[in-house]
């Protein structure tokens, strides 16, 4: 019996549904020209060096905004 409510019309055109997405997805994925392990340690060095740099920049920034402010608190 728990298998005739399960299989249903309705979940059976769900579970088709599932499978035409997974195997389309699967050969768009085959489609993908992936990078090499080179230039996956490039972006990464890369990403992370960007990273650091606004970092600092917004950190200094912030601290000369900080130092500017209280300065105006203090005249008033």
Do not use: C, H
């Amino acid at each position: 019996m728990a298998n005739r409510l399960f299989l249903n019309r309705k979940n059976m055109k769900l579970l088709k549904q599932l499978k035409d997405y997974l195997v389309g997805a699967y050969a768009e994925m085959k489609k993908v020209t992936w990078p090499t392990k080179k230039q996956t340690i490039n972006y990464s060095i890369a990403v992370a060096v960007l990273s650091l740099g606004m970092a600092i920049f917004f950190g200094v920034l912030d601290y000369g905004f900080s130092i500017g402010i209280a300065e105006l608190i203090q005249l008033f």
